[in-house]
């Protein structure tokens, strides 16, 4: 029996240090489970709080990289004032592409003028077609024969006249239709983000925001930039007009019309008296030929007087530096006179581009022709759109060998991320003025969301068998799609259109201010500053 028990005992113990076993394994598994839990919620940590500096880093880093873009629009705004003399008598601006740079190592920002759509590092306002005023005929010559793409495009826009800008009329077709248009729209455009800078591929078709634009005004001053004399008010035209600046302004107009002579005030009241609404210019060219006037003193007539009240006219054409096509398309010139345009301005002397006179006296156009265009048309242009770009560039970027940079990843890295703003600068006042501003940086990647979308579109449309759809998917809409560097239309920009009212512009050294901004109709990104 003391046997019986002894082993009843000993399976007794066996039992409870098996239990006892059984929970201390279940303890230490417990804690190696709160432990492994406590690391991961560590590493989380970890991670979270390194993604959340990185994400801190980023932003501020993409937030100087704006800002250094917008004091780049501003300095070059500045600049480009500097030459404001030069630039009412005919000339161009001409800058250094390099603007500034600003930081060091591994903060270097530079920012630079980049080449635009044409190629070009300005391009004036006035040598476009005004979309806004441009007659319905005008704007079909300019087109050409214009595909369905094209004239899809051209009926929207006509549609919802007047436009804001034109680089943002691609809001205005249908999501579907957005890549197909974009060809027409933007053409080849340069790839500013690209590591050789060059056009993304070659077009023959110039884009149409090289073409037309909605942003040129001609201002009414003369080429030393003092007020052009105001006939109406002059030959008292305007003395019971609610605009009308009273007697004192009566008193220096008359002033003013004693550097005329008898015969040219003779016929400056004549065209007074027949003068229309809308006010056309031309009618003072007519009077002063009709008289005898020489052909170099009628432009300088024109280049002094108006028929306009105010400090803005409509659009005037700017023979100097506009495409052929824009040229042949503009009313009152034609294909034979754009060709003879394009052939003589290169030849013109510093004078005869202080006006249009040469039009005559080069015999571009007759005495009647001139006569019937003469008001309409400029020799210079006071709004100038440009692009501004800010990179940060790595540290050793300039140690990189040329020759090792044999790859478009390699020479990418060795540009750095990009800021990208497109503006026009406008000094026909003495302060310049911003009368557009976008954000574009993310051109490229706007571009091939737009292939993307074309792409699907393609794929849908052949499982359905559209004839027209299918043709979408030749080399020659490859080809459309692939030469697209740059959609400023789309959700990734901001127009920035202000009034007429004068503004001095920030100073590019202090930190990136802008004028008060509204929003394009489409959905738009915010412009830091201000």
């Not at 026009?424 to 571009?447: C, E, F, G, K």
Request: proline share 3%.
């Amino acid at each position: 029996m003391s046997r019986h028990m002894s082993r009843r005992m000993s399976r007794h113990m066996s039992k409870r240090m098996q239990q006892r076993e059984n929970h201390h394994g279940f303890v230490l598994l417990a804690v190696l489970v709160v432990v492994a839990a406590a690391i991961l919620v560590a590493t989380g940590g970890i991670f979270a709080a390194r993604a959340t500096t990185m994400n801190a880093r980023a932003a501020a880093s993409e937030q100087q990289l704006r800002d250094a873009a917008l004091d780049g629009v501003a300095m070059a705004a500045d600049r480009i004032a500097s030459h404001r003399r030069e630039i009412l008598r005919g000339a161009s601006p001409t800058l250094d592409t390099a603007l500034f740079t600003r930081g060091e190592g591994l903060s270097r920002i530079e920012v630079t003028l980049e080449a635009l759509a044409s190629g070009e590092f300005f391009e004036s306002e006035s040598a476009k077609l005004d979309f806004n005023t441009a007659s319905d005929a005008a704007l079909d010559s300019l087109g050409g024969e214009a595909s369905d793409e094209q004239a899809l495009l051209a009926d929207a826009m006509r549609a919802a006249r007047p436009l804001a800008s034109i680089d943002g009329a691609i809001a205005l077709v249908g999501e579907a239709d957005r890549a197909r248009v974009l060809a027409s729209l933007l053409g080849s455009l340069r790839n500013s983000n690209a590591p050789d800078g060059a056009a993304s591929r070659d077009g023959a078709t110039p884009a149409l925001i090289t073409l037309l634009t909605a942003h040129a005004r001609e201002a009414l001053i003369d080429n030393d930039g003092g007020p052009r004399l105001d006939l109406l008010n002059a030959f008292g035209a305007g003395e019971n007009d609610a605009e009308s600046q009273g007697a004192v302004a009566s008193t220096r107009s008359l002033a003013a019309l004693r550097a005329f002579d008898d015969t040219e005030i003779t016929a400056l009241e004549q065209a007074v008296k027949e003068a229309q609404d809308p006010a056309d210019d031309s009618a003072i060219a007519r009077e002063l030929l009709s008289r005898g006037v020489s052909d170099t003193r009628v432009g300088e007539v024109l280049a002094a007087c108006t028929l306009h009240v105010g400090e803005l006219a409509p659009a005037r054409l700017d023979v100097v530096r506009a495409d052929e096509r824009v040229l042949a398309a503009y009313e009152g010139l034609g294909a034979d006179a754009a060709s003879r345009i394009i052939d003589l301005r290169d030849t013109l002397d510093q004078q005869e581009r202080q006006g249009v006179s040469w039009l005559l006296t080069r015999r571009v156009l007759t005495t009647e022709e001139f006569g019937m265009v003469a008001g309409r048309l400029t020799h210079r242009s006071t709004a100038w759109r440009i692009r501004v770009a800010a990179r940060l560039v790595p540290d050793n970027s300039d140690a990189l060998d040329a020759a090792e940079l044999t790859t478009d990843s390699s020479k990418e890295l060795a540009r750095g991320p990009l800021a990208l703003f497109d503006a026009i600068v406008d000094v026909s006042t003495t302060s310049p003025r911003l009368v557009y501003l976008r954000d574009v940086t993310l051109l490229d990647t706007a571009r091939s969301l737009a292939r993307v979308a074309a792409e699907t579109s393609t794929s849908k449309s052949v499982e359905k068998d559209d004839p027209l759809l299918e043709a979408a998917q030749s080399s020659e809409f490859d080809d459309a799609q692939e030469s697209q560097s740059a959609t400023e239309n789309l959700s990734t920009t901001m127009d920035f259109v202000p009034d007429l009212q004068p503004a001095t512009l920030p100073n590019p050294l202090d930190a990136a201010r802008t004028p008060t901004r509204s929003r394009s109709k489409a959905t738009g990104r915010d412009v830091p500053g201000g």
